[in-house]
T-cell receptor
Framework: AQKVTQAQTEISVVEKEDVTLDCVYE???????LFWYKQPPSGELVFLIRRNSFDEQNEISGRYSWNFQKSTSSFNFTITASQVVDSAVYFC??????????????FGKGTHLIIQP | NAGVTQTPKFRVLKTGQSMTLLCAQD?????MYWYRQDPGMGLRLIHY???????AKGEVPDGYNVSRLKKQNFLLGLESAAPSQTSVYFC????????????FGPGTRLTVT
């Protein structure tokens, strides 16, 4: 069985601080995919990044960066110089590698990030 | 290009009533999914479909049925609603490429009293 753990239920920081959201996963598969989604107060789910298990390169996109470490089964997300607009619930998710579509996402419980002005 | 749409956006049901949630996508995606989101629980997979005419159970399928008669539509049915089914329901779709991200609809907020 797959499992995703986001141990931080809620994080509150002041604007311009850096913040890291932790994600630890469990899977028996050797090939899998990891995702981060953002859910702003409006409620929709916004895709942020996808990473496959063969690619351990870190990724940076503007103020966002992701650190994937297979050795610790972690896929952490860092926001640099946070802004109020970053306030949202962030979900880490895991899917199996499957050509047959049987790869619904296993989500963590989410981290509620509050950026105070 | 509307992406993934869900109908209705909100609904209140009494215990024992039935209803159907409609999900539609215009991206020609093969795979479609229904999730439910409960406070503090993240999203959990209810049912999914790998193509027209096919459906399969996810993590929490009890009390729900689904149908995929057309490729672009995925219906979620509640035959006899229970208060435990009060939740926000999200539909998603993705193309037939392994590991591709799922595109989510805006959600349906269902309350069962």
């Amino acid at each position: 069985a797959q499992k995703v753990t986001q141990a931080q239920t809620e994080i509150s920081v002041v604007e311009k601080e850096d913040v890291t959201l932790d994600c630890v996963y469990e899977t028996r598969d050797t090939t899998y995919y990891l995702f981060w989604y953002k859910q702003p107060p409006s409620g929709e789910l916004v895709f942020l990044i996808r990473r496959n298990s063969f690619d351990e390169q870190n990724e940076i996109s503007g103020r966002y960066s992701w650190n994937f470490q297979k050795s610790t089964s972690s896929f952490n997300f860092t926001i640099t110089a946070s802004q109020v607009v970053d306030s949202a619930v962030y979900f880490c998710a895991l899917s199996r590698f499957s050509g047959g579509g049987a790869d619904g996402l296993t989500f963590g419980k989410g981290t509620h990030l509050i950026i105070q002005p | 290009n509307a992406g993934v749409t869900q109908t209705p956006k909100f609904r209140v049901l009494k215990t024992g009533q039935s209803m159907t949630l409609l999900c539609a996508q215009d991206m020609n995606h093969e795979y479609m999914y229904w999730y439910r989101q409960d406070p503090g629980m993240g999203l959990r997979l209810i049912h999914y479909s790998v193509g027209e005419g096919t459906t399969a159970k996810g993590e929490v399928p009890d009390g729900y049925n689904v149908s995929r008669l057309k490729k672009q539509n995925f219906l979620l049915g509640l035959e006899s609603a229970a208060p435990s089914q009060t939740s926000v329901y999200f539909c998603a779709s993705r193309p037939d490429r392994p590991g591709y991200e799922q595109y989510f609809g805006p959600g349906t907020r269902l309350t069962v009293t």
